[in-house]
């Protein structure tokens, strides 16, 4: 399967060295980067990618790609779905689509209109922990879900330039966690209050964002989820979920880096985690593009598809309003307002 | 120290027994129950108890009798509070003082005014588990709290009769964590936002009440608490907090049954925890009562003491609230709709 | 069922507090002990024990007294049991009976022929987490038995004039082990192997005794067995088991001040073992002397008997003359030498 | 740095995978392998090695080859060690470098006589777990060694076929725990005390071998090491290691499959460990070939070097020896027998 990648930063290349070491069945045969300079180039010659471009329309326009991968940043990510749509070719995209309700929409269903596989980048359902949790709940040994908890805090908050561009906390870092609830619970989200806090940077505040969230959510079946995100976790880069049920609970907790420990007589130690989410989910950025590639061999809907991008964003939004007013945020609300449709209508 | 106690129910008993072996410096004079059987004043007997009574009133005037322990009905801690305090006996009383915060003030002022010693009898900051949590904050280790997670959930839920009495479950399950979150925080919290759902049993929700209850909490630093409760955690009496600070993290998991584990070529399995309440909290009720011994020695304030009665409450007040009306409620709104002072005032 | 306790240090009060708190079938009428004195007398009043004195024969000739408790020295523990037998009543005698094995068989015999119970002090048997591992081994779940490890460290070492009478390692500290070790086995030991070293303190290898011990043990069965002793874990009181069998394995860990954790920047801690022995098996004490009474109760055989008492001593002298002759002995090597019957003839 | 690689099978295989992706310095230009087929021509074009032959001396004769990686069967090692170091090429060979003392010894002499780099495969010294516990130790953190506890389990035995001609559980299964031993010590072993059984599966015996063995080691120090290997681990590949010390204990466990864990009211489960080598030390294949790649580079010892081939073959030879004769066996004997000598002489 010929592919063609979007985009070489940190995740694009990240997605180049898995698929040439652990996914055989995708073939990436350009690379397209508007940044393209020597070091891309010889990354590309040392992957034995023959083609690399400033210019994604080369890989649109060229015949023998039957896939694209688009690792750009995020405000591209709506219009190159829409021209890998209407090029035919298979769409693997980075999360988010967009921050645009209605762009969202558009890209969606210019994928589902071209009848192209559109799968989106939320990695962290690939992650072995989180994935174990997941079959836990699906398999029935939970029961019936009443109470979500997911805890995602960063190792260090990203620069206040990067926070002025990154759309808040809730865009930028509980996307993925928004993504995972749904994932978990296996239903929708129909209400959102949302609580923030600067304690970790006054300058995160003095940008407009808060650096310390926390969100309740209600699924359509009256389950709760509570979900917290810092900014600065100095112990690591802190991954954990837990689902509580009528038959169970079923939960995970960090790897960390070896299972060593010592005792002495003042203290008793273990091993850190991780501090580096390329570390942290290494497995799991290789289990997604696997998933991209059986959905491309078998021609079946990929694992996360693109209708798991929307709800997302919705609750972003209302995330992001809840703060804003202080009080609790229907997903409706959200939707009338934006006047976007929440599934695809041919 | 002679005391008397009042009430010899479950958790009364459980009081003497453990004074008995584990308190030398209290010695029991007297046992006051209105519901005074056989069965009592056999169990009175093998603990060496000289006084039975139906009437707490025989305890209060008994100059022998220098302090009072307040194991009665909910609805009768304010009334003894006051007339122990009157009668210048200290006193040790179980939680809540009252479900009306006009009589809590009440009764704290009665004990303040009196000069005697009063502690509330929220055993689990005795508890070796939370309480270790507790001194890693308390030690600076954690740094500046931004975030506090506690999950207490009840291994069965209680009859529907006892639902119809208990208060609701922000009273009567709730204040524990609430007295918690305030504990480990070290300051007040200011505002409340309650999420409720009846997920596991219908009869719940037509009692007036939920049986799944979400809670976030800002405080006065700007930290923010998530509480969750849940009347039936069928695997059992799951007891967890976890402070997240600006230097690390503390947190606690629950005690099991032991430390055996099995591997075979099917599965992983360990001890299951406690499924009873005092299995559970074996050790807090027996800490709880020496601290109060050490009090009473020592002449200084109990670590829990009358102060600490108010602010649960006020805290279950506004979650009540919040959920009712479905929105965040300020302590304060309270306080000025009670028109209840938040401290005492000589 | 009226007890009369023979010796009052230290093992001894724990039993009588314990009776006193735990075991309401037991009631303590007289204590025995050669130095009686101020402080053991008003510990017998504290205990409401009517009945002290220096000479345990008065306990022996009380027709009132039912069974004795005999916490004194080892040098006295089998002509107590001797004397206890003939005067019929039921015995509970602190480990080991006795360091020559001839004296062991006539005490253990004593008692047989006299028809009374015989229960020998093997606490570790009583533990939450050994007993657990014992009950996934006799369930079925691991199988059958290949492998045994046993490691049980002290925190510190004994005073050099304790390690001179002691007996030596084998008889004094990994006695208790080779008791765990056919218990879990469920089967005899037939050969041993037995290592030494002085790498404590030079001053036990002055004392001829080693402060650090491995040993290798050849079941009945063919599984093997290996156990490590050390005088000196500056980590606490080290005890753990692991049974690996044909279907699985079964092991523990040691049980902690408390399950809370600790992560910052620099390291990940958890909570220290126990590091006195009283506290580590606090429970076992309990539960071991239930299980005494529980036999006195029912007349049936105890869940230790006096037929356990000999095998630990058979395996400490093959032990110890392994050490010394640097080669493996067999058990029947010992029974032989020593002209001593493995088991009781009528 | 120009390498070519003698034998294709399994594990030569991984170490072309892992030097692929992971290790760049490494460029294999040339694959030996008497049993070249067309798949391994397939898999050697597809890892773009530009050289395929069916003859070893081809790699030896090609003087753009700096180093080899000799992957074949154990009888080939000292041949073809041999043979490269009389060529100038730097050299990793795996483990064991041959069963016979004489010719381990002459292997190890050629390399250092030529002056090349000799790496032996002990991969296990690369595991993120083994390697933690060694720095720990090494850091002094543990103090004075005087315990070590190795138990090292396979999921399933091997074909009888493989039994027969393996050299024994010693040469074939504990050398690894040999050399870790060494290794975690810091210092040499001097007297061996082997036990076997056979529990699993009878034809082992009858192949002559055990299929369960335990080993006491001394080392020259007076610390005390003990290693337990089983044939058949039916819950996974089990490979953990303890050092106890004057100042504490370094240990580890087994990696398992993820982290989360499901309570339900019957059980409390979590994941199992690997079953399988190659996924349990994956990591430690791909460090110990940048280790060799590091060693190429800096043209500074190995982490493992030729002496290190040895001693572990002399443990072997005297474990064989000591099961065999039921008695401590001294590695000073072996060395004698043997006439071989411990350490290289210029």
Redesign the interface.
């Known amino acids: 399967m010929n592919t063609g990648i979007i985009g070489a930063g940190r995740i694009g290349r990240v997605h180049i ?1 898995n698929i ?2 652990s996914v055989p069945q995708i073939n990436i045969t350009a690379l397209a980067d508007p940044m393209l300079n020597e070091e891309i180039t010889a990354f590309a010659r040392q992957h034995h990618i023959p083609k690399v471009t400033t210019d994604a329309r080369e890989i649109f326009d060229d015949p023998d790609i039957d896939a694209v991968i688009i690792c750009s940043s995020t405000n591209t990510h709506a219009e190159y779905i829409i021209e890998a749509a209407k090029a035919g070719k298979h769409i693997f995209c980075e999360k988010p689509v967009d921050y645009d309700l209605a762009r969202v929409r558009e890209a969606i269903d210019a994928a589902e209109n071209a009848g192209v596989i559109l799968q989106i980048g939320f990695c962290r359902r690939f992650d ?2 989180h ?3 997941y079959d ?1 709940v699906r398999s029935g ?4 879900v ?2 979500i ?1 997911i ?1 995602s ?1 960063d190792p260090e908050p990203p620069s206040i330039d990067y926070v002025k561009v990154s759309g808040g906390i809730f865009y930028d870092m509980m996307i993925h966690d928004f993504d995972m609830a749904r994932f978990l619970a296996g239903c929708e989200v129909t209400e959102v ?1 949302a ?1 923030g ?4 940077d006054p300058a995160i505040g003095e940008a407009g964002d808060v650096d ?1 969230a ?1 969100v ?1 959510l ?1 699924f359509e079946n ?3 989820g ?1 979900i ?1 995100n ?1 900014r ?5 880069y ?1 991954q954990r979920v837990e689902v ?1 049920g ?20 003042d ?7 991780h501090r580096v989410m390329f570390d942290r989910y290494t497995q799991a950025f290789i289990s997604e593009m696997q998933s991209f590639a059986r959905a491309l061999e078998t021609g079946t809907g990929p694992e996360v598809n693109g209708e798991d991008g929307l709800p997302p964003v919705l609750m972003a939004a209302a995330a992001t309003l809840s703060m804003k007013e ?3 945020v229907k997903i409706s609300e959200i939707i009338e307002t934006a006047n976007v449709n929440p599934v695809h209508t041919a």
């Not at 040994?141 to 019936?144: A, N, T």
């Not at 038959?247 to 960390?256: E, K, T």
Request: with cysteine.
């Open positions: 060295r040439t070491s072995h922990n994935r174990a949790v836990m040994s939970v029961g019936d009443n109470l908890r805890s805090r209050q609580w806090s600067v304690l970790v310390t926390a309740m209600r009256g389950a709760i509570m917290d810092s600065q976790a100095v112990y690591g802190d509580f009528s038959r169970g609970m079923a939960f995970n907790d960090n790897d960390v880096l070896h299972t060593a420990r010592i005792l002495t007589a203290s008793t130690c273990s091993a850190p985690m202080h009080r609790p």
